[in-house]
């Protein structure tokens, strides 16, 4: 009868501590290197410190003195008067009417933007599949074309007596209004047409947003029983909050300087109904008040930032 003989097991070797990854040495660079970075960015920090840092800080020199439209020869040759530019803007009932002209057009413009952007992509996104690029170029194309163009083409629009609109509300029987003449339409019409030409942006990005959210969630939630409205508020909208944030910064950002629509197509009126603080203070540079001009503009700037920073507390992810 055989045997068997069994070997004894060979011992296991003791693990051994891991040993901490170094870094690989970091490479110093060459001087001539460094002296070619210097040498390429010189030209456009000249620039830049001359058209765009100079100018910063001599309009706030300027607004904190009474400089006119004959100072500009001799513009350290003024007399500084201290915040008295603030203090008579912020005192100007036309100001105060162009800033509440301004809150009005933009807290009724950018909610309607953002919504109908958001709508547009969502039927981008999940309802049209046929023709997407055609409808995507023809929702974009209005943000493309040049302001002054698209407001002329509203202001016919809008005629009150042989506009396309008020012709179509005639089909049905409705007396359409003076929409650029009449103060309590003029503002309105201003924003439907922001609304229509500015929405194109804000879609493209949210498409893209949209197309980032996982597919395997929203079936993961259809396979529980959510309907498409309880998909979209508990998946899909907390997962656009970084994109509406962006969205929503730059239209208010846009919308808190908007210029072009009252001055070409109702000049401000009528009675100071759709006159904006950007178009004041571009007003105010004509007339050659450049001090007080120069503090207006800060003062746009003080909002623009406080607006921002409300977003951003608003939307961002992690309150």
Known sequence: ???????????????????????PPRRRGHPGEARAAWTLA????????AFTVWPVFQSLFMSFTDTKQRDLRTPFAVNFIGLDNYARALGDPT???????????????????????????????????????VFRLGFYTPVITSIVAV?????FILQPDTGLAN???????????????????????????????????????????LQGVPASLQEAAAIDGASGWQRFWSITFPLLRPTLL?????????????FEEPFVMTSGGPLNSTISLSMYTYNQFGYGNYGLAAAMSYLIFVVIAVVTALQFRL?????
């Open 1 to 23: 009868m055989a045997t068997t003989t069994v070997l004894p097991a060979a011992p296991v070797p003791a693990p051994t501590p891991a040993s901490p990854m170094v870094p």
């Open 42 to 49: 010189i030209p456009f920090t000249l620039l830049f410190a």
């Open 95 to 133: 100001f105060l009417k162009a800033a509440a002209n301004t809150a009005y057009f933009v807290l009724v413009g950018v909610p309607l933007t953002l919504a109908v952007a958001l709508l547009a992509a969502v039927a981008l996104d999940k309802g049209i599949t046929r023709l997407r690029s």
């Open 151 to 155: 407001a002329v083409v509203w202001r």
């Open 167 to 209: 012709t179509v509300l005639g089909w049905f029987g409705v007396q359409g209004p003076n929409w650029l003449g009449d103060p309590h339409w003029a503002m309105p019409s201003l924003i439907m047409m922001a609304v229509w030409r500015n929405f194109g942006t804000g879609m493209i990005i949210f498409l893209a947003g």
């Open 246 to 258: 962006f969205v929503s910064v730059t239209t208010a950002i846009g919308y808190l300087q908007f």
């Open 315 to 319: 939307l961002r992810e992690n309150r």
